[in-house]
């Protein structure tokens, strides 16, 4: 795969002679495997999976100017890689531009951060993730605005602290708990104490009580059941793990992302319910997937340092 990525970068940019061709056409005769590695890396480069990825993490706003920009690359003769990823670096610039303007504590990729609040509450912040603090005489009101957060709260009947995500605020007195912003839902893990969950988006919907050990996600059509977990395995990710139990193979690329820098793209769709199980460490999440890649029924091409395709 390696070297058919090499050709196909060459076939894109420009100067690629007639010479050239004959030499591709050759490589590509020599063996099946040859043409066949070819093709994959032809198709995966123009698969709408990879660029609708990176338009699902751009503002609306900047998809015209994305792809206008992205056609110009293409035009002056660059490898056909490029449109791709000045989408997915346009996306991950404007994210990060939006949050620098609104946060008031952030952190970068694979990077974790201990916030005091003002009421000596503490907010420990998983890998880039970010969040607004607005205090009040009679409130303590947090916004986590991407990612994931711990909360220790200090009690205060008389000022509740509330963390709002994606509409959904959850209110503790007194308590120890996390938020993860999870695109598609929030979910919410109680450590210690309880917490009342209300989804904001449906207020004719009961707030969900949650005690110890409790976790809920609510997403588009309201809280989901109520599920009882291990909660050292929830909070492993302060401790630089995660611990996956029979977890789908998306969910877990979906965690392991948020500690890379760069993209992984599950290629074939039959993989994604795969069950994972095992605690991994955080110190390097691509050699995680290698880990996986190695333990299970999944092939790994790593296109470049920050493109890994799982397939």
């Known amino acids: 795969m390696k070297e058919a990525t090499v050709w196909f970068i060459r076939e894109a940019a420009a100067g690629f002679s007639q010479a050239d061709r004959r030499r591709l056409d050759e490589w590509c005769a020599q063996s099946p495997a040859h043409a066949r590695a070819y093709q994959r890396v032809r198709a995966l480069w123009h698969a709408p999976e990879l660029q609708r990825a990176a338009f699902e993490r751009m503002p609306r706003g900047a998809v015209d100017a994305a792809r206008r920009s992205a056609g110009l690359v293409w035009r002056r003769g660059s490898m056909a890689a490029a449109a791709v990823f000045l989408l997915v670096g346009m996306a991950l610039w404007s994210d990060a531009i939006l949050m620098w303007i609104h946060s008031d504590y952030s952190t970068d990729v694979g990077e974790q951060r201990v916030v005091t609040l003002p009421d000596q509450s503490t907010v420990r912040l998983n890998t880039d993730s970010a969040i607004a603090v607005r205090y009040a005489p009679d409130r303590r009101h947090v916004d986590l605005l991407r990612g994931e957060a711990f909360f220790a709260v200090q009690p205060n009947a008389e000022r509740p602290f509330t963390v709002e995500s994606r509409g959904v605020a959850t209110t503790a007195v007194g308590t120890e708990f996390v938020v993860q912003d999870r695109h598609t839902n ?23 009580r949650l005690a110890a050990g409790d976790q809920v996600s609510v997403g588009p059509n309201g809280a989901g059941a109520i599920d009882r977990v291990d909660t050292t395995a929830v909070a492993a990710w302060m401790h630089g793990r995660l611990v996956f139990v029979r977890t789908p193979l998306s ?16 290629w074939n769709p039959a993989l994604r319910s795969l069950p994972v199980t095992g605690i991994y460490n955080l110190a390097d999440p691509s050699h995680v997937i290698t880990t996986l890649a190695d333990t299970l029924p999944i092939h790994m091409v790593r296109l470049t340092d920050h493109l890994i395709v799982i397939r």
């Open 186 to 208: 929030v979910q919410v893990t109680v450590l210690n104490g309880s917490v009342l969950v209300a989804d904001g988006r449906r207020r004719s919907d009961p707030a969900v």
């Open 251 to 266: 969910d877990v690329v979906h965690d392991l992302a948020r500690y890379h820098h760069g993209y992984i793209l599950i």
